[in-house]
């Protein structure tokens, strides 16, 4: 396989024994180590691919919870909706994509703990890659063309690999070939509304962001100009994830009066439906993935 030599990964059992978590799981906590090639300027670096995620009622949102989950009730369902699609998914990988700040990393920490798979952020495989610390440097010290090579090396190597969940970088969709590499897994686009992405930045910040990242005394409506210009630019390529999850559609169906009302939690639980929903529909547990 085309990746295979650049790319070998383990997984094993993370910290002493088993997890019992807030999801009251019984199955042990998965990391893995990842050898990603990097593009042809980078040497590839033997990286440690998935931190192991934190216990979901530890992990921090940017509202400063402490826990991701709203209630027990809340996580119950989760574990209940990953148990329904855990065997007609049969190990394919997740892929989530959305535009910056529509919360691919937060919610796919969430879907890898309660599915049991390995969580990758590919723009910390391409800084591992790379060799430095953080996005904003690569696009300045390289260029963006340099980053999106580097991408596209790393969503190849993740493509041969099974019980990933993947958050890619939000402008990961741009490039063909990169929906090459994703539609060997499933792909999910979070859909959140153009202010509440504004918002969410204005909040946590550009730094770490290079598209966006221009100094401004309105950070909100800075952030939202650029986000609405690359929304319409990548409107098509979005279009092509196998399921949307609208915020607002799921706002609507809970009764909220707004998007930021819904946990990520909340967003965790409704794309293992449309994923369910999706597999259902495409009879994917006796199709291509036999090989698993
Ligand atoms: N459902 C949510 N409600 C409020 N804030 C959120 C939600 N999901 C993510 N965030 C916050 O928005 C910011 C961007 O989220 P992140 O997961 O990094 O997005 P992405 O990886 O898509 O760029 C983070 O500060 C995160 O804590
Ligand atoms: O939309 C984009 O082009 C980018 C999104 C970022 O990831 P997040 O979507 O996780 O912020 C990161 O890959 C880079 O700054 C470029
Ligand atoms: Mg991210």
């Not at 893995?32 to 980078?42: D, E, H, K, S």
């Not at 027990?72 to 394919?92: I, M, T």
């Not at 800075?222 to 979005?238: I, M, P």
């Not at 009764?255 to 929903?277: C, F, M, R, Y």
Request: proline share 4%; hydrophobic share 40%.
């Amino acid at each position: 396989m085309e990746a295979a030599a650049g790319l070998a990964m383990q997984s094993r059992a993370v910290g002493a024994g088993r997890r019992s978590g807030a999801l009251g799981g019984d199955r042990p906590a998965r990391a893995a180590t990842l050898r990603v090639g990097g593009p042809a300027a980078a040497p590839a670096l033997r990286v440690r691919g998935a931190r192991p995620v934190a216990p979901l009622c530890c992990v921090q949102t940017s509202r400063g919870h402490q826990s991701l989950h709203n209630s027990v009730d809340e996580a119950l369902l989760l574990k209940r909706k990953a148990e329904e699609v855990q065997f007609e998914l049969n190990g394919r990988c997740i892929y989530l994509v959305g535009m910056m700040g529509s919360g691919k990393s937060t919610v796919g920490k969430i879907l890898a703990e309660v599915l049991g798979y390995s969580y990758f952020d590919s723009d910390s495989l391409v800084e591992q890659a790379v060799g430095m610390p953080s996005v904003a440097q690569i696009f300045k010290v390289h260029s963006e063309a340099f980053f999106r090579d580097s991408e596209s090396s790393v969503l190849r190597d993740l493509s041969s690999m099974h019980r990933l969940v993947v958050a890619t970088g939000g402008g990961a969709v741009i490039r063909p070939v990169n929906w090459r590499y994703m539609k060997k897994g499933l792909s999910i686009m979070l859909d959140v509304p153009l202010d509440a992405l504004a918002k969410r930045i204005a909040q946590v910040g550009t730094a770490s962001r290079p598209l966006l990242d221009q100094p401004s005394a309105d950070p909100y409506t800075a952030a939202f100009t650029k986000l609405s210009l690359l929304a319409e630019q990548r409107g098509d390529a979005y279009a092509n994830a196998d399921v949307r999850v609208s915020l607002e559609e799921l706002a609507a169906k809970k009764g909220h009066d707004d998007v930021s009302q819904l946990t990520p939690t909340d967003i965790a639980v409704e794309a293992l439906q449309k994923i369910k929903n999706f597999v259902t529909e495409h009879s994917m547990a006796s199709g291509p993935f036999d090989d698993l």
